[in-house]
Nanobody, 121 residues
Framework: QVQLRESGGGLVQPGESLRLSCAAS????????MTWYRQSPGKERELVAT???????YADSVKGRFTISRDNAAENTVYLQMNSLKPEDTAVYYC???????????????WGQGTQVTVSL
């Protein structure tokens, strides 16, 4: 019913930037919250940044370097601008959305397939 498609991952050097995108499609009435998570090998999935309405929250490890935003024209799209990337930012980044669907009329959580970000010399 709802699909999330991430894009924008890749291989960069320390100090460089990347912008991730996540586009939601399907039987969507409203998206309440959109969140980026990441998972490194051997580690648990961790919250990176979340946006709900006009409010944003970030993990301490990315504050001041990452910015989450939603597209004003296409509110079903969320971005994660990642600046000053560090090797420890290397992970698979996942998009999560809390979506109110048209049919059935309820809120549920959905995940994207993930996009790899590698920060290395």
């Amino acid at each position: 019913q709802v699909q999330l498609r991430e894009s924008g991952g890749g291989l960069v050097q320390p100090g460089e930037s990347l912008r991730l995108s996540c586009a939601a499609s399907g039987s969507i009435l409203k998206i309440n919250t959109m969140t980026w998570y990441r998972q490194s090998p051997g580690k648990e999935r961790e919250l990176v940044a979340t946006i709900r309405g006009g409010n944003t929250n970030y993990a301490d490890s990315v504050k001041g370097r990452f910015t989450i935003s939603r597209d004003n024209a296409a509110e079903n799209t969320v971005y994660l601008q990642m600046n000053s990337l560090k090797p420890e930012d290397t992970a698979v980044y996942y998009c999560n959305a809390r979506v109110v669907t048209i049919t059935p009329w309820r809120e549920s959580g959905y995940w994207g397939q993930g996009t790899q970000v590698t920060v290395s010399l």
